[in-house]
């Protein structure tokens, strides 16, 4: 019985692949784009990536057990009050969803880029725009999903930090303590 | 008489009614044109490059198990992009035949990992079921959050306790060995201890 397997993690065929290059121009075409947006569309945007790695994440096992205690709790019922009182899903309606892992972990991958010095010298054309096929009009932006994707999103921000904390050189490792919250409680 | 649509009043003019409706009307037509740019806005967009698994031919998971009991597997990640990745392994939720699904409790480690660019790294899979599992065939797969496309099968087949060879050796030794006379035989024992 095969209790192993392997995968690879590979540039999507199709598309940009990540090199300092592209991450850097990634990075400041987000910038660059914050002067062309308004402040609801920024908010709205990252909204919708939230809830939609909320969306992703209750797909798992532990963000099903999470998502099940959440649900479970005052928390739901207060949380969709208040989306409804202050019309969240009307006002974020139809919103672009943000990569918001994508952009913590291409940033993070810049940060440990040996040619960093060098590409931002010979700084590289912005990436050319994509046109989005399949996401024309993006799932509702409701509470519980946002609140997944605010646990996801912050706990790979949290491992992300910690991953670049034991990166450094022996000798000088901080060893963090575990940022993963298991256990029978929400089982 | 006052006009009031939403408590069920009769309108006061004619004029009063039109003016109303054409304000409704612009409404919705604002409306309707804000999501129409918003939805143009997510049309184009600047790119965000990710990651996507890749799946080596013929991997899969398979692994048996008794209700209480637990279960080992490891996956093996090779990042083949140019920059460093995150990696962070986790189940979905595991389907039986019978339609049960199993919301199982595991353990990655590590639980997430920065691979370098070529860098393989294995992590290990701890997979618990509870004492009063149902036994069965369970599918679900192994993913690597935020990368799209690929996952690993992963089957677990909970099953009963087959008896060891241990315990059927003792089974008939108490079958041929009646009580009371082990006990005589255990008493003799301490009295010559």
Same mark, same amino acid.
């Given at each position: 019985?095969? #209790? ?16 300092? /290059? ?13 002067? &062309? ?10 909204? @919708? ?53 994508? =952009?913590?972990? #291409?940033?993070? @991958? ?18 050319? #725009?994509?046109? =989005? =096929? ?18 996801? %999103?912050?706990?790979?921000?949290? *491992? ?7 990166? /450094? ?11 993963? %919250? ?6 | 008489?006052? %006009?009031? =649509? ?29 999501? &129409? ?32 009991? *637990? ?12 920059? %460093? ?6 189940? +979905? ?7 049960? +699904? ?35 065939? &369970? ?5 690597? &959050? ?15 306790? +087959? ?8 089974? +008939? ?21």
């Amino acid at each position: 019985m095969p #209790n192993s397997a392997n995968i690879r993690l590979i540039d999507p065929p199709e598309d940009a692949g990540r090199t300092t /290059a592209s991450l850097f121009a990634s990075l400041a075409s987000r910038l660059i784009t914050l002067h &062309y947006t308004s402040g609801v569309s920024v908010i709205g945007s990252t909204l @919708a990536g939230l809830a939609e790695a909320g969306r992703e994440i209750s797909k798992t096992a532990e963000g099903a057990r999470i998502r099940r205690a959440l649900e479970a709790s005052a928390v739901k019922d207060n949380g969709e009050l208040l989306w409804s009182a202050l019309r969240v899903t009307g006002w974020t309606e139809g919103m672009p969803a943000a990569p918001v892992l994508d =952009h913590v972990r #291409n940033d993070l @991958a810049l940060l440990l880029a040996d040619d960093l010095a060098e590409t931002i010298e010979n700084v590289p054309a912005p990436l050319e #725009n994509k046109v =989005h =096929h399949s996401k024309t009009v993006p799932a509702a932006i409701t509470f519980i999903d946002t609140l997944m994707g605010l646990w996801i %999103h912050s706990r790979e921000i949290v *491992q992300s930090i910690e991953a670049l904390a034991r990166s /450094a050189p022996d000798g000088n490792t901080v060893e963090p303590g575990d940022a993963v %919250h298991s256990g029978p409680i929400l089982r | 008489m006052p %006009h009031d =649509h939403d408590h069920g009043s009769v309108p006061s003019s004619p004029f009063e009614e039109l003016m109303k409706l054409q304000s409704a009307f612009q409404q919705s037509l604002s409306e309707a044109t804000m999501q &129409y740019l918003r939805q143009l806005q997510g049309i184009v967009g600047p790119v965000t490059p990710g990651t996507v698994v890749q799946q080596v031919e013929g991997s899969t998971i398979e692994l048996k198990m008794r209700p209480g009991g *637990q279960a080992k597997a490891t996956v093996n990640v090779e990042n083949r992009q140019r920059v %460093h990745s995150m990696v962070t392994p986790m189940i +979905t939720p595991l389907v039986s035949e019978t339609g049960a +699904t199993w919301f199982a409790q595991t353990a990655f480690s590590p639980p997430t990992a920065l691979l370098a660019t070529d860098e393989v790294l294995e992590f290990a899979l701890v997979l618990d079921a509870p004492a009063d599992m149902p036994v069965g065939v &369970y599918r679900g797969a192994v993913m690597i &959050y935020g990368c799209s496309d690929g996952v690993v099968p992963l089957e677990v087949t909970v099953a009963k306790t +087959t008896r060891t060879a241990a315990a059927k050796r003792k089974t +008939t030794a108490d079958k041929k060995t009646p009580a009371k006379k082990r006990a005589r035989k255990t008493a003799k024992s301490t009295k010559a201890s």
